[in-house]
T-cell receptor
Framework: NAGVTQTPKFQVLKTGQSMTLQCAQD?????MYWYRQDPGMGLRLIYY???????DKGEVPNGYNVSRLNKREFSLRLESAAPSQTSVYFC??????????FGPGTRLTVT | QQQVKQSPQSLIVQKGGISIINCAYE??????FPWYQQFPGKGPALLIA?????SEKKEGRFTISFNKSAKQFSLHIMDSQPGDSATYFC???????????FGKGTSLLVTP
């Protein structure tokens, strides 16, 4: 039982490049979330998926897209990376929106 | 805007002392208030949580105090240990998809 897994762990991109961050959970949770963490800012919600087949914007969705591939997987895509997207990205999952379980994070640098 | 305000930003406590971190919120629709602990290079991990119908919850050395009328809640770490040195985030559940609204975090250092 791995919980929430994220790939890759680290990534460096040049401005304008694209990439997809992958997230998978093995807890059969309905809800999944993408947050970004910046120094002194806490965690801010980018997108969430309340259930398989649905996605919706969070607090900071600009520059990102998501796909809920199936119940287990929820990916985050940066179509044209910008230096402002340098951050640590966390995926989380939850059965009911109460206890949320976080992955280990992806550290992204955009130069 | 920041829906959950957390203080202090950083805290230094001696081993054996009490660490206290405070949070305040405005949205009375919030219905669940967790605290997360995060070590460097790791994801946040749920530490303890409370619902608004309870004024206090204790788990080992960690206690949440909740004041519904003041819209404030706090984390108390009794007998603080160097291993407690981490960043602590308060949060509140509500709004979009029942996502968590996080405070900005408190960096706790417990000195030997």
């Amino acid at each position: 039982n791995a919980g929430v897994t994220q790939t890759p762990k680290f990534q460096v991109l040049k401005t304008g490049q694209s990439m997809t961050l992958q997230c998978a959970q093995d807890m059969n949770h309905n809800s999944m979330y993408w947050y970004r963490q910046d120094p002194g800012m806490g965690l801010r919600l980018i997108y969430y998926s309340a259930s398989e087949g649905t996605t919706d914007k969070g607090e900071v969705p600009n520059g990102y897209n998501v796909s809920r591939l199936n119940k287990r997987e929820f990916s985050l895509r940066l179509e044209s990376a910008a230096p402002s997207q340098t951050s640590v990205y966390f995926c989380a999952s939850s059965e009911s929106g109460y206890e949320q379980y976080f992955g280990p994070g992806t550290r992204l640098t955009v130069t | 805007q920041q829906q959950v305000k957390q203080s202090p930003q950083s805290l230094i406590v001696q081993k054996g002392g009490i660490s206290i971190i405070n949070c305040a919120y405005e949205n009375t629709a919030f219905d669940y208030f967790p605290w997360y602990q995060q070590f460097p290079g790791k994801g946040p991990a749920l530490l303890i949580a409370i619902r608004p119908d309870v004024s206090e919850k204790k788990e080992g050395r960690f206690t949440i105090s909740f004041n519904k009328s003041a819209k404030q809640f706090s984390l108390h770490i009794m007998d603080s240990q160097p291993g407690d040195s981490a960043t602590y985030f308060c949060a509140a559940r509500g709004g979009s998809g029942y996502a968590l609204n996080f405070g900005k975090g408190t960096s706790l250092l417990v000195t030997p």
